[in-house]
């Protein structure tokens, strides 16, 4: 099993910046990536960013040259921070992290981010 838990969400105007953080607990050697996904009012989850454990990462094109995901092992937390924060990144975002071992995608409870015009 594995918990995730964010923090950092919260209101902004436009332009503005926001970090998110996500810490993992539990069997955290199973996972072999992390990232964030959203969920905006009436739309579909969608992919955020993601990071590997090699360090390698990927990114919404939505989102590119805006946020930077990045991790701090030794805290096993995953950091999002969004810059030029635009009303379309108004969503829920949540944390995930899938298991190689057991084939289980986990989730965070996720965070609201709001951004207004």
């Known amino acids: 099993q594995v918990q995730l838990v964010e923090s950092g969400g919260g209101l902004v105007q436009a332009g503005g910046s926001l970090r998110l953080s996500c810490t993992a607990s539990g069997s955290i050697f199973s996972l072999n990536a992390m990232g964030w996904y959203r969920q905006a009012p009436g739309k579909q989850r969608e992919l955020v960013a993601t990071v590997t454990k090699g360090g390698s990462t990927n990114y919404a094109d939505s989102v590119k040259g805006r946020f930077t995901i990045s991790t701090d092992n030794a805290k096993n937390t995953v950091y999002l921070r969004m810059n030029s924060l635009k009303p379309e990144d108004t969503a829920v975002y949540y944390c995930?992290?899938?298991?190689?071992?057991?084939?289980?995608?986990?989730w965070g409870k996720g965070t609201l981010v709001t951004v207004s015009s």
């Open positions: 995930y992290a899938p298991s190689f071992v057991s084939g289980v995608d986990y």
